[in-house]
């Protein structure tokens, strides 16, 4: 054996030993310094300041790779076990994960079909060789999807049709639409499963940055409608695949999508959610689109406390936006009781916020609340709340439940995968 | 109300461009992290290394010139992060302890006896020699990436490169 193939053996078997890397921990009110020297790997010893616990709820979601084998044990919303008689009623069946699961090589999600009823997989799909799924959304009759993969620099397109009882459940097939040069940033399929709205940045700077919605045709793959905006007017985007919380509204005739604008100077974000009439001319995204509603910015509550109001976000069809919330802090005793992890529904029509779905009763440090799915109300909602007591808490497959009257039920069988890598 | 101060507010953008960079090569940079420092100091080290090379880009992302080049920028800063630890051990730790049999016990259980002679081997080469070999011939990259990484010439790449593979051939007969 050569040098060079022991050198390779080593890096093989390196790769092979490893456990999976820890989650990104980045600071969130001030640079906090990483300690330089050796850390312990379990998280409840790495105390719990607030920019760790800020920017782990911000990054933790996205991070279905760098799961934590160790770990304090998984914190569980406090379940509705009486109250509404049917929570789980309504819900779609099925659902698609992106995953690494089996025999995954590091890094590579596969596509998981999972029946919510039976709590069965139901397939498997792996993607193809140099391609790895990154993103899911689905359509309404709970039978087709899309997925999303990445392979170094362009986005590719396939279409899961699901047809349960089948000899083959689950077929991948790849779509015609052209890809795209970049990760996207929004993703949504109609409700009749007939359109893809899709937005995506491309550019590395803030001067040719240049921002895309586009709408698909499932069928020919055809670029429908295209918007751009030009410049990144102190607007990030990007991370998940539907970061930007893409939904259609209104019998397939808008499109919300979350905006959020950070004031220059201030490190204040204010979140809108913009709506766009797909019906009507035009092409530029910003122009020929309207402030739905105009959420509170980035809220400080307290020297140690604060709270993203529309952390998450999703449109009903009837135009209701629905909002999970960001809590994070310094103090176990305050966050959670200062400024509740909620889920909050505002009039699309008229920017008001309209109720309190749920809100989490109960002491945290940190708490994040994704809005998965909505059915075309916003009465009833898929959500995803992560809660961390101390350290950082990655156990997210217990945490996905129903939101009705109310109440969070916990659902009955475990998703595989991340909040933001799951379509039902 | 008491206010804070939210200039280094949680992203939506920057945090999650950096996440999602992590997600896709933090388990690499790792890999080259442990490499680089031997595998004497296990994973959580290396995991730090890694670790505060991300935060250094999350703190640069609004200051980078071309963010498409975040990858080279991270990995450049793994390297240098790998030649801190490296330093403050050659001030702390003898020389001579150095060796395969030392090895951390997590690194021991990790990997076999071949590979962590390997790994021994590595870690007696010239840091810069080191680094050219393992970005090169560990991770496979192209020259023109180490170089970026290393902050050298192409040139500088190619030859130390070469004089580490020699040097490696002669550390890991003599231990035979």
Redesign the interface.
Known sequence: MT??E??????Q???D???P??P????????AR??????S?RWLSWGAPLAAA??V???AV?????RQAEGPPPVTPTPATSGSATPLASIPRYYVALAGVGRSR??VLKAVVGDEQTGRTVAVLNPSAGQNFYGVTGAADDRTFVVTSYAGTETTWYLLRLTPGAANPAQLTRLPIKPVAA?VAGLALSPDGRELAVMWRTG??QANAVTYLAVYSMTSGAALRTWITRGDNM??????AN?QGLSWVNGDEGIDFRW?V?KDG????TTLIRRIDVTAPGGDLLADSRVAVRLPN?V?????T?S?PC?TSLTAGNGTVVCGT?S?GNSFQEVCSTVPPSFVTYSGTTGKRLKVLYQYHGQCLYAVSVVVWTDPTASRVIAFLALSEKGINMAATDQFGVITDGRFTPLPKQVVGDANDVAF | MDSVKETSAPPAGAGSQVAALYQAHAAGLVRLAMLMLGGQSGQSAAEDVVQEAFLGLYRQWGKLSDQGRAVAYVRSSVLNGCRDVLRRQSRTVPAALLEPNVASPEAQVLLAEEHREVLAALRRLPGRQREAVVLRHCLGLPEAEVAVAMKVSRGTVKSAAHRGIAALAKILKEDQ
């Open positions: 040098i060079e022991r050198l390779r053996a080593t890096n078997a390196v790769a030993a490893m456990r890397v820890r990104l921990e980045l600071p969130g009110e001030q640079p990483v300690p330089a020297g050796r850390r790997r800020a920017l709820a911000a990054v996205s991070l279905a790779l760098v590091p890094g990760r590395t700077t607007n990030a985007i990007g991370g998940a970061e959020s950070l201030t490190g204040i974000y980035t400080a509550v307290t020297k140690t604060r993203w952390y960001l994070t």
